[in-house]
């Protein structure tokens, strides 16, 4: 029997990663106080949940079944309506139910419901004005691209900033964010790696003192939600943050600027699938303010979108400070000597020499951590692999096999598992490796690492950079991690040991990927008034990502990469849909997929223009115990299917068997 009390009706969207929806009556007391994107509690099964008011009506749902009321409103919280709408958007756009978008956009004291009535009354106020102002001028380019993007604020202007490597990026969105405070409005600035934050918030606060805010995965839970009460307050602020940040709930944003928008970091790849992005983009779009995407690289998609006069574009053509762009050459590793073990070429040694010996650093990248890649069998060639994943232990100093997928670790064996022999060799090199081979070449150089290892220590990633910042650190070796964004003044030599492993990854995006690590990387070097010097190792030398990159050419790898997107029909010709079926049992995940395959087919019209690959299993099959197959859906008419995709999508979940979970990935990064 339906309550016949409730004056209204609510449509919640509940943390949990299912598309039904659940509806609640609202009392007479709580009719006034409850609206669209209220936060809410309510009883679910034999519990409390707290939810997140999508819709509300004044209909009861259709069907013979009981309707329990809304039991509070969690703390009297109304998310602000710019962020209701964009959570609405982003649950129908990534078809992701709504409740997941919920949770991962709320700090999870809040979602868990363990916060106090007197939370609100702990948090420290913002003191008025500036500790400290450092006014930095602006070049010709900057107060050009300054002043073309100020006058277009309170007005959605979606612009690419797109300048070298050093071109002082950073400083217009300095001014801009300033700009935007004597506005009373907030301001928010995405940064793609947490490595990367603490440098930022430090210039900032150079020029705009203590309003400087920052929010990324490494805050505790209590920081993040306190953090998160201050930009709920309202008081104008700038927040430095990670992709999550672009859910926090501004009441007066003014601005967002997206740094290094083609960095892989801004894609979520768990769960709620979002790109960092184009959330942000979107959020600009409802909130009706400019959002500068700014870039050396920028991916082909927002070219595309420049091209098409979506975007605006503003160039920065030079240098900010005295620095010029680093001389970048090309050594082909099959023309020179070059150590097994660690990938160093003869030429790339003598420059390291050359470079200590004038008192200056250097940078060796390569995007493999650990000590060596597998461990083989002499005898019987067995490459000892992870026993919940498809791929092959990767060796790390300390006598440690770990997967770099479910970090499952374990000793190193002393005898082959399959022969029994005890020959077992170190394959490949990793950054560990290379940290020791130099420091067997250079015994007196100060060198370091920096890898997704070295940051498992809180605050020891940022150590390692601003040692290297205050030259205590001669030589860093690192993954991507040392590549994003860094401004080091004695930084004269950047190595890249082995250009061809993102080459061959066999995605789509594996010659845009290579281009923009090569430039972002050689961008280090000679940024100031020291000149630099970059190494590119390959084996294929004459490749187009290696070659534009050492000209240092966007613009026409732009052109060539867009030829061949368009020939292959893959983005920013097409939209592509992931979905990744999973099981412990590998016969499931592969008939769910064909079951899958033939439904979409029946829905599916010459019309749509849609085309359907698969079932597949994934290249890595095989991934924390559970077997995975997935379809690729590409799309010409992204909203002739994307209805009839979300309909099919809520229906087939309801009859999934047991043990079967599916995944949607949107726009993904990774095909593989």
């Known amino acids: 029997m339906k309550n016949r009390v409730?004056?209204?009706?609510?449509?919640?969207?509940?943390?949990?990663?299912?598309?039904?929806?659940?509806?609640?009556?609202?009392?007479?007391?709580?009719?006034?106080?409850?609206?669209?994107?209220?936060?809410?509690?309510?009883?679910?099964?034999?519990?409390?949940?707290?939810?997140?008011?999508?819709?509300?009506?004044?209909?009861?749902?259709?069907?013979?079944?009981?309707?329990?009321?809304?039991?509070?409103?969690?703390?009297?919280?109304?998310?602000?309506?710019?962020?209701?709408?964009?959570?609405?958007?982003?649950?129908?756009?990534?078809?992701?139910?709504?409740?997941?978008?919920?949770?991962?956009?709320?700090?999870?004291?809040?979602?868990?419901?363990?916060?106090?009535?007197?939370?609100?009354?702990?948090?420290?106020?913002?003191?008025?004005?500036?500790?400290?102002?450092?006014?930095?001028?602006?070049?010709?380019?900057?107060?050009?691209?300054?002043?073309?993007?100020?006058?277009?604020?309170?007005?959605?202007?979606?612009?690419?900033?797109?300048?070298?490597?050093?071109?002082?990026?950073?400083?217009?969105?300095?001014?801009?964010?300033?700009?935007?405070?004597?506005?009373?409005?907030?301001?928010?600035?995405?940064?793609?790696?947490?490595?990367?934050?603490?440098?930022?918030?430090?210039?900032?606060?150079?020029?705009?003192?203590?309003?400087?805010?920052?929010?990324?995965?490494?805050?505790?839970?209590?920081?993040?939600?306190?953090?998160?009460w201050q930009v709920y307050q309202g008081a104008p602020l700038v927040v430095v943050g990670t992709r999550s940040a672009v859910f926090l709930p501004f009441q007066n944003l003014g601005l967002i600027v997206v740094d290094e928008e083609q960095d892989a970091s801004y894609k979520q790849e768990e769960r709620f699938r979002y790109q960092g992005r184009d959330v942000a983009v979107m959020r600009a779009h409802l909130e009706k303010i400019p959002i500068v995407l700014g870039s050396a690289t920028p991916c082909i998609e927002t070219l595309y979108n420049v091209e098409l006069g979506k975007y605006k574009i503003q160039r920065l053509k030079s240098r900010a400070t005295m620095g010029v762009l680093p001389q970048v050459e090309i050594v082909d590793l099959t023309k020179v000597s070059w150590d097994q073990d660690s990938f160093l070429s003869a030429p790339l040694i003598e420059q390291l020499k050359v470079c200590l010996s004038r008192d200056e650093q250097a940078i060796l990248f390569i995007n493999r951590r650990g000590f060596a890649n597998f461990?083989?069998?002499?005898?019987?060639?067995?490459?000892?692999?992870?026993?919940?994943?498809?791929?092959?232990?990767?060796?790390?100093?300390?006598?440690?096999?770990?997967c770099h997928y479910c970090e499952l670790t374990y000793p190193r064996p002393d005898a082959c598992p399959q022969c029994k022999k005890t020959e077992l060799l170190l394959v490949g090199s990793g950054t560990q490796r290379i940290e020791d081979r130099l420091a067997e070449l250079f015994p007196h150089a100060r060198i370091a690492r920096l890898d997704r290892d070295t940051m498992e220590k809180k605050g020891q990633g940022q150590k390692i950079l601003a040692d290297f910042l205050n030259r205590k650190i001669d030589v860093l070796v690192g993954t991507q991690l040392v590549i994003k964004g860094h401004d080091f003044p004695y930084l004269t030599l950047v190595g890249v040991l082995l250009a061809d492993q993102s080459i061959n990854m066999g995605d789509f995006r594996a010659h845009e990927r290579t281009f923009q690590m090569l430039t972002q990387v050689a961008g280090r070097a000679g940024r100031h008034h020291l000149p630099g010097r970059v190494m590119i190792q390959t084996f294929n030398p004459e490749h187009s990502s290696i070659q534009y990159a050492v000209k240092q050419d966007p613009d026409h790898f732009y052109k060539s990469e867009k030829g061949y997107r368009q020939e292959l029909s893959y983005p920013p010709f097409s939209k592509i849909i992931l979905l990744r079926f999973s099981s412990n049992q590998r016969e499931k995940a592969c008939e769910i997929s064909k079951k899958a395959r033939l439904e979409i087919e029946n829905f599916l019209k010459p019309s749509d223009r849609a085309n359907l690959l698969g079932p597949a299993a994934c290249i890595i099959e095989r991934l924390r115990n559970k077997y995975r197959w997935q379809l690729m859906l590409k799309l010409h008419h992204w909203q002739a299917v994307h209805a009839k995709l979300m309909n099919w999508l809520i229906e087939f979940e309801e009859h999934l068997p047991s043990g079967v979970q599916m995944a949607v990935d949107v726009d993904p990064l990774n095909t593989l």
């Open 6 to 228: 409730a004056q209204g009706f609510a449509s919640v969207a509940l943390p949990i990663p299912k598309f039904k929806r659940f509806h609640y009556g609202i009392s007479s007391a709580d009719a006034p106080k409850i609206q669209a994107g209220s936060i809410v509690q309510v009883s679910f099964g034999r519990k409390s949940s707290i939810g997140w008011v999508e819709e509300i009506s004044s209909h009861a749902p259709v069907g013979d079944f009981e309707i329990k009321n809304i039991q509070s409103n969690f703390q009297e919280l109304v998310l602000p309506p710019g962020l209701h709408r964009l959570l609405k958007w982003a649950s129908h756009y990534y078809l992701t139910p709504a409740g997941e978008v919920f949770k991962s956009a709320l700090p999870s004291s809040l979602i868990q419901g363990k916060l106090s009535k007197g939370a609100r009354s702990r948090v420290i106020e913002f003191e008025p004005g500036f500790e400290k102002s450092i006014e930095i001028q602006l070049n010709k380019d900057q107060q050009q691209a300054f002043d073309e993007i100020s006058k277009h604020f309170n007005q959605f202007y979606p612009v690419l900033l797109q300048g070298i490597t050093g071109s002082g990026k950073t400083e217009v969105y300095l001014h801009l964010a300033k700009h935007c405070l004597a506005q009373k409005k907030s301001a928010l600035i995405l940064v793609p790696e947490i490595a990367l934050t603490p440098q930022a918030i430090g210039r900032f606060r150079e020029m705009l003192g203590n309003l400087i805010v920052p929010y990324h995965s490494n805050l505790s839970d209590a920081q993040r939600l306190k953090i998160w």
């Open 375 to 402: 461990l083989l069998c002499v005898q019987c060639g067995l490459a000892i692999h992870c026993p919940n994943c498809d791929v092959s232990l990767v060796y790390h100093r300390g006598q440690n096999l770990k």
